[in-house]
């Protein structure tokens, strides 16, 4: 899959799904964020009425706190690299690397490689 052609917020469902085995419901909140969402029913004005609860933010493409756990986990190494006065980080581990300007989005797409050839490695075609 080219996960570069993916917005963050996608990355950031993709990488959630994997950590979990799936997702409950969510929307895409500020900065790409993945905003975990539940229905809870309610009474407004006499009607029965299904309002939406915000359960939680997970954004490892912008929020270190979200990505650190899976960086060490998955033993991923940061390496910045300075070209022409720009900054780009690398993020590998292994065959798998991808640069980009943001290294929390590089890790989580070279996290996301890891899973795609460990689901092919465990269910051959």
């Known amino acids: 899959m080219d996960y570069s052609k993916l917005s963050d917020f996608e990355i950031n ?3 959630f799904e994997n ?24 009474v407004v004005g006499g009607d029965a009425v ?11 493409c912008n929020n270190p706190a979200d990505a650190w756990p899976i960086i060490v986990d998955n033993l991923l ?12 980080w690398i993020a590998c581990r292994g065959d798998y690397g991808v ?19 460990d689901n092919v490695q465990d269910n051959p075609a």
């Open 13 to 15: 469902a993709a990488v």
């Open 19 to 42: 950590l979990h085995g799936g997702a409950p419901d969510y929307k895409e909140g500020d900065g790409g964020a993945m905003v975990l969402i539940s229905y809870e029913g309610d």
């Open 50 to 60: 299904e309002v939406e609860v915000e359960r939680g933010v997970f954004n490892p």
């Open 77 to 88: 190494r940061m390496t910045p690299v300075v070209h022409h006065g720009s900054v780009s």
């Open 99 to 117: 640069s980009h300007e943001n290294p929390l989005r590089a890790a989580m797409i070279v996290f996301l490689m890891m899973q795609e050839s």
